[in-house]
Structures are given as C-alpha cells and as structure tokens.
C-alpha cells in the first residue's frame, strides 16, 4: 500500500520519531496509526503514550476556587508573547472566576453564558473578541469542574505561570499544605493512574505485549522474557502510579508513604485531573 506524507507526518506529530522511522512503521502495519505507535514504542522508538497526543499550542492554565470545587480552564493563543500580556492573562481568570461563581459544569455551558465583564455578549462571543483586540486566535479549549465529595478535600497547584495546571482531591484526614504538596508532585512527575486499580486490562496487556516483545527481540529465552516482563511492569506501576511514586519532596518515600505519615493509615489521593498546556488544543 502507499503510505502518504500526511499519514507519516501525523505519526510523527505523535510519537516525536523520525521521518523514516515513522514511514518504516506504517508499511509495517499496513497503515493502521494505532499499531504503528505501538510498533514504534516496542523499538523504542516513540515517546511513551502518554506524550503521544500533545498539540504545540501556547496560553495559559488557570485554577480557581476553594477546598469544596474547584474550576480549571484553559485559554490558548498563538505565542508565549501574548500569553503573558496583562489582558490576555485577566481575561483568563475572569473566565475562570465565572466558570467557578456560575457553577458552569463544563465548557459547552460556559461558552452560552452572558460573559460577566460585558453581558451583552456571551463567553463565546466574548473569546472572538479577544482576537481581534489581541491580533491573535485565542481558543477557549477546555475546563473542568472539581467538586470534593463528602468529608473530602481539594488543593491545586500552577506551574510556571500557567504551563501545567494540577487539582487533587484527598480523603482521609490530609492537610492542605499535604495536598498542595502532592498537587505539586504531580504537575512534575506525570502520574497516569491514582493506584493499581485504575489501570484497565487492556492497558495492562499492550504494556506487557511490548516488554514482552522488546525482551524477545533482544534474544532472551522465553521464560527469562516472561520474568523480565513482570519486572517490568512493576517499573510501569512506580513510574505511572501516583501512590507508587517516589515523592518529588522526599524521594526515599513513595507518595502513599508521605501521606499516611503526615495523616495517618487512611490517608489518601481519590483522584487529580492535570492540564498541561496544548494537550486541550486543536490548533
């Protein structure tokens, strides 16, 4: 079959390989994107899945609210120069502060409200008026809402004036200097899963088919490739798993060792939801 240059220009878009890795994939699959990652990622010729999807975009991730909820929101534009210009910076948080006082459960609700620093347009006409004040696309690309359950509480942190943007929900007994702490862990280290029990078997089975593979192709007998495998995917879980993660603060602790000897045994995260700048983007 013909593998086209867009094809092979996405696949590079995704996995940051090479141009003729990337073509030398996909006539391998045949042209399924899906696999050609995965082949990609067996060579180790790919960035891990979880940076296989980022969008070079800039703006801002802002954060608002208070231990109960929460709102996080990400406004984009074009370049680093205007997403720290003052009114572009404002023009953010007030549509988080509005997202937050509103109780808008998401960003389609949101975009139809009247914009509360000019009523007589909406947040989405509101978005388009920026462009062209600013001289640049501005896109309203994503926000969530946090609402702590019951007994509960939350804490956020933003890293470099708006890069990365991270709320965690803990239960338990956790401190709020704990919580921004771990808030704090998480915007540097990347967890995917809360714990063990997030991570779905199929998750399980492509990680174990490539450390399989990977040991194979490097000539190891097949019950050796098999041990290797299960070493491996205890690396996966302390790499991928918050609780199981060596804490950034005090690194000869995992994250559950911290908490539960600055709260006690039932000390715990329930969940965190990470923004990273361009990931929410199109553009």
């Known amino acids: 079959m013909t593998i086209t240059a867009q094809a092979v220009k996405e696949l590079r878009d995704?996995?940051?390989?090479?141009?003729?890795?990337?073509?030398?994939?996909?006539?391998?699959?045949?042209?399924?994107?899906?696999?050609?990652?995965?082949?990609?990622?067996?060579?180790?010729?790919?960035?891990a899945a979880k940076k296989a999807h980022r969008?070079?975009?800039?703006?801002?991730?802002?954060?608002?609210?208070?231990?109960?909820a929460m709102v996080m929101l990400e406004l984009n534009c074009e370049t680093d120069f205007v997403a720290r210009n003052p009114e572009f910076v404002s023009f953010a948080g007030a549509l988080a502060e509005q997202a937050f006082s509103?109780?808008?459960?998401?960003?389609?609700?949101?975009?139809?409200?009247?914009?509360?620093?000019?009523?007589?347009?909406?947040?989405?006409?509101?978005?388009s008026?920026?462009?062209?004040?600013?001289?640049?696309?501005?896109?309203?690309?994503?926000?969530?809402?946090?609402?702590?359950?019951?007994?509960?509480?939350?804490?956020?942190?933003?890293?470099?004036?708006?890069?990365?943007?991270v709320v965690v929900e803990g239960s338990g007994g956790v401190s709020a200097e704990a919580l921004h702490d771990v808030a704090l862990h998480v915007a540097a280290a990347e967890p995917r899963f809360v714990s063990r029990d997030e991570v779905t078997e199929d998750q399980l089975a492509l990680e174990r088919e490539i450390a399989l593979k990977q040991a194979m192709e490097a000539g190891k007998p097949e019950e050796i490739a098999k041990k290797i495998v299960e070493g491996k995917m205890e690396k996966?879980?302390?790499?991928?798993?918050?609780?199981?993660?060596?804490?950034?603060?005090?690194?000869?602790?995992?994250?559950?060792?911290?908490?539960?000897?600055?709260?006690?045994?039932?000390?715990?995260?329930v969940r965190f939801v990470r923004f990273k700048l361009g990931e929410g983007s199109d553009a």
Do not use: W
């Not at 995704?14 to 990652?37: Q, S, V």
């Not at 969008?55 to 109960?68: C, E, I, K, L, N």
């Not at 347009?121 to 978005?127: D, G, L, N």
């Not at 302390?238 to 060596?246: D, G, K, Y």
């Open 236 to 269: 996966f879980f302390v790499q991928e798993v918050l609780l199981e993660q060596a804490f950034a603060k005090e690194p000869d602790k995992t994250v559950k060792q911290y908490l539960e000897e600055s709260a006690g045994k039932d000390a715990t995260i």
């Open 14 to 47: 995704r996995t940051g390989a090479g141009m003729m890795d990337c073509k030398k994939a996909l006539t391998e699959t045949g042209g399924d994107l899906d696999e050609a990652i995965k082949f990609l990622r067996t060579k180790g010729l790919a960035a």
């Open 102 to 127: 509103s109780g808008a459960a998401d960003i389609g609700e949101l975009k139809t409200q009247a914009f509360s620093g000019d009523p007589e347009h909406t947040v989405e006409e509101a978005v």
């Open 129 to 165: 008026q920026k462009v062209a004040t600013i001289g640049e696309n501005v896109v309203l690309s994503r926000m969530t809402r946090i609402e702590a359950r019951d007994g509960n509480s939350l804490n956020s942190y933003v890293h470099g004036g708006g890069k990365i943007g």
């Open 55 to 68: 969008a070079a975009s800039d703006g801002a991730v802002v954060v608002t609210g208070d231990d109960h």
